[in-house]
């Protein structure tokens, strides 16, 4: 199997400006850095999405984002906001099949970055919503 370009950070074949790192976690900039600051944090695991991943390393993984967004803020005191996300699948634009977590610093609301989504509130009644909460709820597994 070909290595993604973050396993390759992760073996030291390429390089990256690193922020943090443990035995479970790297984080580094993410090289188009939408705002000053832009991070990404990944599993030293491979997984290619969230999905993928055991309660473990979820944990893991998810545990770190908050000391590396405080770390942001102290380095950035002008930042007024943070961004977490995270894509899974091609349809919801991931371009690194390996898992990654984007911290996006915001500074101003004119920062070259936004979210937009449809308002389709209209489209579901309250029975809709009831039925779809529960199909949701039956799936989920301990």
Do not use: C
């Amino acid at each position: 199997m070909t290595k993604t370009v973050f396993e390759k950070i992760i073996d030291r074949e390429i390089p990256a400006h690193i922020v943090y790192e443990d035995e479970y976690v790297l984080a580094f900039l993410d090289l188009s850095q939408v705002t000053k600051g832009h991070t990404l944090v990944i599993p030293k695991h491979h997984e290619a999405t969230i999905f993928d991943y055991s309660d473990e390393l979820a944990s893991q993984v998810f545990s770190r984002i908050p000391k590396i967004a405080r770390g942001l803020r102290q380095a950035f005191p002008d930042m007024k906001g943070l961004n977490i996300l995270n894509n899974n699948g091609e349809v919801a634009f991931q371009t690194v099949f390996h898992s990654h977590i984007h911290l996006i610093p915001r500074y101003t609301e004119g920062d070259d970055f936004g979210l937009k989504w449809a308002d389709n509130s209209e489209n579901y009644s309250q029975e809709d919503l009831a039925s779809i909460a529960q199909q949701i709820h039956n799936s989920i597994k301990d």
